[in-house]
């Protein structure tokens, strides 16, 4: 069951290309396995972190004070693209970000958000590159404040900027909710559904192996 | 007044609501939920830990691809999917789940045995927890790939709460040329819009080259839609469809099969639906396509160059092409062909159908793989392996010297330990060209069958059609 996010001011780093999927930010390796949750903080952005002798590599932002700190990224277009893996949410939330802040998410890495208590905001380019320049101004110094409830970000020379999101979605992070037990609650309607549908179309409910 | 046109997407959609959550977000059934060997126990753990069971185990599938070993007998399989494989067993037995185990008729790719056994059907609304879920639209099915915690959800609930996306139309138009296939036709199209064009909406292939695409063919175009970013692509099913899905074995049969028809002839899109976004695409135009970057938007035709990020003037765009060049080993501005290459991967959910081995094995027939070159040919079912076998590819591959292996995802995504060596190059059917993809630092070069054979026999990458005969 995801934790509830109501807002948060802290470091945040900006992670400016375009595309980065989800292969990027946790190799596949990673993930194979039962037990690999709470194992994967370390190995987010792997290819990028760290050099191939496995030392850090300096130049990669989130190994450089404060943003070793970050909480937030500030996403170029297109993060989180690709794989439906769950990891890559886990991996960012096991290194401590609880929010992201891009023009535009791949479509399963924004869902998988959502279910973890992580906020994925979208904003136009233009205000994330301003947040992006801002924060490099003040050298990562400058906090980012997020207000789910006011749904407003608030950049480090105090910008607010409002953003959209699906009230559904804003709901079920203010008070964690657990999507399994209130669907669950609506059972009745499922099988309803499906006594129906059994009629209408029973090809898909007698699925049985003939030849 | 008459009802505006509906596309197929609301179709399939509005048969589906179990309820309705406000702000064009529904309570949708799963018709199937296939399950696979790297997400599919995991969930059925996670059920377990909350004292709950599987809602509708006689509609959930599942089996083993993506961390199993393709070496013959299964030799190599790394410890921990042995593992995952003990789990999938245990589990999905304990639940009544039914499993296409290795070694039998029915084990192969999940998206590949989805539609080859007749589970996948038009108007059905099928999800995976794997992106390329979206591969089973080209039946006519709303398919999509989800994470781990919508898995268990499904599991739970045999339902899933969905926003409904936006509709795109792709139509692309006219005869394909000579060496050009379904996957040159879909990377024509992610090079076009770019790997974000389709996010946020689910798109639909129509136009007369997609009418003329076999099954197999459209199966390849809807497995790229994530690749432009829709979780879900979609082709109407039509009389094609049916004669590929009749007497499959678990396709209705008999009175059910006639229903289930005419139904299915209601779904696809009336001429006067409105899409939010429509782009037409020219097929005559297009040519053998090649990826040179690390995205698959990153693709050029096989006659083309590289870009050179001196001719680029935007300092972003030109930084990622610089990143993209280095990361690939490649000089700005160089043609494409002819660029030297360590591997060839025919295979994936992309590309390991009976008609893909096919297209490959007519350029490699009589042939030989160039000296330093390891190529494989995994076929992506149990199924396909014996129609491939019956025909004698496996034989022509050989013969060739490509390795034929068992069914899996293998080298696509590189889970199971079978990866291109750090810094070698790749010419691969699958789907992503992604940084580390097939290995970490592997250079991968996304093509069709017919040109990743042809860069087998060549040594290099290189254009199909010159080698035509």
Partial sequence: MPKPFTKLTAIAAPIMRS??????????????????????????????????????????????EPYRQAEILVTGPNFGCGSSREGAVWSLQEMGIRAVIGSGFGDIFFANCFQNGILPIVVDKAIVDGLA?????????????????????????????????DPRRRAGLLEGLDEVASTLRRDDEIRAFQAADRTTRPWIHFARKSA | MRKPGRTLLAKIWDQHVIARMGDDTDLLHVDRHLLHDLGGSRGLLDLKSRNLSVHNPELTFATPDHAISTARGRAGTIKIGQELLAALRVETAASGIAMFDIDEPGQGIVHVIGPELGLSLPGCLIVCGDSHTCTHGGLGAL????????????????????????????????????????????LKLIGHVGAAGGTGYAVEYAGSAIRDLPVEGRLTICNLSIELGAKMGLIAPDEKTYEYIRGRAYAPQG????????????????????????????????????????????????????????????????????????????????????????WVFIGSCTNSRLSDLRAAAAVARGRKVAPGVRAWVVPGSETVKRDAVAEGLDRLFVDAGFEWREPGCSMCLAANGETVAPGQRSVSTSN????????????????????????AISGTIADVRTMER
């Fill in chain 2, 143 to 186: 398919a999509f790939g989800i994470g781990s915690s919508e898995l268990t959800h499904v599991l739970a609930t045999q339902a899933i709460i969905q926003r409904r996306p936006k509709t795109m139309r792709v139509s692309f138009e006219g005869r394909l040329p000579l060496g050009v296939t379904a996957k040159d036709l879909i």
């Fill in chain 2, 432 to 455: 992503r060209n992604f940084i580390g993809r097939q290995g970490p630092r592997a250079r991968t070069h996304l093509a069709s069958p017919a040109t990743a054979a042809a860069a």
């Fill in chain 1, 19 to 64: 595309n980065i999927d989800t292969d990027v930010i946790i190799r596949i390796e990673r993930l194979v396995g039962n037990s690999v949750r709470g194992t994967l903080g370390k190995w987010a952005f792997g290819s990028l972190r760290y050099l191939p002798d496995g030392s850090e590599n300096p130049d990669f932002i989130l190994n450089r």
């Fill in chain 1, 133 to 165: 320049a801002e924060i490099e101004l003040t050298q990562g110094a400058g906090r980012i404040g997020v207000d789910l409830e006011e749904q407003t970000i608030t950049s480090p020379t105090g910008q607010r900027h409002r953003f959209e999101i």
């Fill in chain 2, 255 to 342: 009175e059910l099969w006639e229903r289930a028809v005419t139904a299915w002839r209601e779904l696809p899109s009336d001429p006067d639906a409105v899409f939010d976004k429509e782009v037409l695409i020219d097929v005559q135009k297009i040519i053998p396509q090649v990826t040179w970057g690390i995205s698959p938007e990153h693709v050029i035709g096989v006659d083309g160059h590289v870009p050179d990020p001196r001719e680029i003037a935007d300092p972003a765009r030109r930084a990622a092409i610089e990143t993209a060049l280095d990361y690939m080993g490649l000089k700005g501005g160089a043609p494409i062909a002819g660029t030297p290459v360590d």
